[in-house]
């Protein structure tokens, strides 16, 4: 009832002059003046307009400056960056909507189901650490939001090269773009199963390269590469890929590299992986 009264308090004093004054003059009732103000003259109706006025203030003021904070948003799905069509002959139009509004919404789907009153409150980067103990919900489901949505990200129909600090970091622990690329390759090959190749950074800038099963990555503790930040990662579940190279798995991976979006994985390298950040995309 305090808290009532004073709002009402604060809603009086807060409605403008105007809402004092007749809507426009009339002979009766006549005007008084009180403490410089014009007021209009004390009558039933124009007490009620004033309170009136107040009390939607007030009711304002309680529903929105008093109530409780709003709960967080779920995650929702990220759009496409580019037309699903834009990556073609590399990946094809079909695969793109089929991999991005059904599976990686299945994933998003799923990950708001296992928090639930949790959704979105917490960043997806600071679901990964603990995913794998958290239970197959979060861990399957909030590592595939995180891979999927870092997937698409750094893709561009757009050539681009890598900087000129990626390229040193690539040549210094590989020896040259193309061996970066042929062991990374094999790591994806040779991956049995599902799962995902990673460029991965320690926090002093040297790179590796890891493979994770399922939609793990290295972000999560007990993962293969824990302590490194991935960067970047190619999907080789059959999903990526199956409509358009069915089981050549290899023949995607040659492809998918002229699709890679060099500018934003050296993006992702100076901001984070080479400072020992994890990626926000």
């Not at 967080?72 to 580019?82: D, G, S």
């Not at 990200?153 to 193309?178: H, N, R, V, W």
């Not at 002093?204 to 590469?225: F, H």
Request: with cysteine.
């Amino acid at each position: 009832m305090v808290m009532r009264r004073s709002t009402l308090c604060l809603a009086l004093a807060a409605v403008p002059a105007a809402a004092f004054l007749p809507a426009a003059p009339r002979a009766t009732p006549s005007l008084r003046v009180s403490g410089g103000i014009q007021m209009a003259a004390d009558t039933p109706n124009s007490r009620r307009k004033v309170l009136g006025t107040a009390a939607a203030f007030a009711a304002g003021v309680l529903s929105h400056g008093l109530s409780t904070p709003v709960a967080a948003a779920p995650f929702a799905l990220p759009p496409l960056p580019y037309d699903y069509k834009s990556l073609e002959p590399s990946i094809d139009e079909a695969t793109m909507k089929f991999h991005h509004d059904k599976h990686f919404n299945a994933y998003t789907t799923n990950l708001n189901a296992a928090l639930g009153e949790k959704a979105g409150s917490i960043p997806i980067v600071e679901l990964q650490k603990g995913a794998i103990t958290a239970g197959p919900g979060i861990r399957n489901n909030g590592g595939g939001f995180y891979n999927h949505g870092l997937f698409f990200e750094e893709m561009s129909q757009t050539k681009s090269a890598p900087s000129i600090e990626l390229t040193k970091a690539i040549d210094d622990a590989f020896g040259s773009m193309d061996a970066m690329q042929e062991k990374f390759g094999a790591a994806g090959a040779g991956r049995f199963g599902s799962g995902w190749a990673w460029l991965c950074s320690d926090k002093d800038g040297k790179l590796t390269i890891v493979s994770t099963p399922n939609q793990d990555n290295p972000l999560m503790e007990g993962a293969d590469g824990y302590g490194t930040i991935p960067f970047l990662g190619l999907d080789v579940w059959e999903h990526a890929y199956y409509l358009k190279y069915q089981n050549l798995r290899p023949a995607y991976i040659k492809e998918w590299w002229n699709v890679v979006n060099w500018a934003k994985v050296s993006d992702y390298y100076a901001k984070y992986a080479s400072k020992g950040q994890p990626v926000v995309w």
